[in-house]
Every structure is written in structure tokens, then in C-alpha cells.
């Protein structure tokens, strides 16, 4: 069984020490870096499995490594930061992070988190490999979902998706017209509990709804269902399964 690694990216050292101690109990093999560009490097190096970046690093900032990573990068991001900074956070998932934990943290936690992502990571690589020849796309007029591609387009037009974008958006599109609570959605796609925070998710559906909808703030796919979650809407007569 090969070595899962992952790269944790902090400008203190009290913390990257504390996360490599918990993930090098679990079998991973950890590699740190305090600065953004030496993690621009070693993630081009090494290709870890997973991140964990800091968003308040000196020089290079944690929301520029993701950005810089994503251009040529699916590999899941869980951004590390204060409480206080939601506009960070916010922003952090906007330009492609996955998750985010906040300090001060239960390094237990932040296990479980990792855990989840790589267990999710494994799961869509042995469906797409297995998929072969069984392809299932998803039409709703303009928009149209390729699984086993793992492509969406609009107009017959690519619309690039983050890992879990694309996970979110082909969830929902797969059972239409049925509502979700916000705690289920993040436990599916995530692989754990919300712990009664679901910016996450959030944040994901608002980048989703500027990708794929004509007009964002009035969605004609992705709705609101307000007190409960979310919900894809599909018009009768508009969509096709085609294997």
C-alpha cells in the first residue's frame, strides 16, 4: 500500500508540529512548510495527497497558494484559520478550497476531517476507473452533466468545478426537485458532520450558482428551501438520463 502524504502549511511552529504528531500517528507521511512559495514548491514536488494551508502566512498569504495551486491542481485544500477572519474564509473557499477548521482546534477533529477527504478522494477515483464504458450523462436543457467525464457545460460551453462542486452539483441534480437539509448535504459530500457550521457548504452553493445560473441571485436550478436547505429544480419535460 503506498504512502498517503500531505503537506501542512503554517508559520507556527507549535501547530504544524502538533498536526504532524496526530496524522503521523494515523500512517501519514507529513511534510511542512512555513511559507507559501516553499508550499507552491513542495506541493509541485511531492503531489500530496491532501493540504492543510494556513490562511494567514507572511509574504504569500494561504487564499494566493490556493489560487496558484488551482490552476494546475485538484488536490483537496483544507484552509486552518482564526475565528474571526470570515471574510477569509469566505474568500478561501471561493477560489477553490474544500473545507476550512478554525483554531484553536481538536487536532481529533481535524483527523476526521482529513480522513473524510481522502476516503471521498478514493471513492470518485475507483468510481470514474470502474465507470468505463458505462457512461451516464445528465441533460437539463443547456445544462448538461457528464459523470464519468466528470465535465459540465453550459451552451456547449466547459464549465470548470472544483472537485466538490462538481460532487454538490451532480448530488442534487441526481435526485430533482427534492429538498436537503443543509447537515446532510455537508456530511454526503464532505464525509462528516457540519458540527453545526455549514458556511462550507454555503459558500460552495454561491460559487456553483455563478457558474452555472443566468442570474445568481434569482437561481432557476440550484433554490433555497427556506428552514430546511437546498434543492435542484428540473421542469417537467426538460431533462434526459443518457447511459
Known sequence: MSETHILVVDDEPEITELIGLYLTREGYKVHTADNGTDAIQLAEELRPDLIILDIQLKSMNGIEVCEDLRTRSDVPIMFVSCKSDDTDIIHGLSVGGDDYITKPFSPKQLVARVKAHLRRMTLQS????????????LSFGSLVIDLDAHTVKIDDQYVPLSAKEFDLLTYLAQSPNKAFQLDHLYQVIWGTD??????????????????IETDPANPSYIVTVRGVGYKFIVKEGTSHVYR
Open 126 to 137: 475507483s468510481a470514474r476507473t470502474e465507470g468505463n464504458g458505462s457512461n451516464t450523462v
Open 194 to 211: 457540519s458540527v453545526g457550521d455549514t458556511r462550507t457548504l454555503m459558500v460552495h452553493i454561491s460559487n456553483l450558482r455563478k457558474k
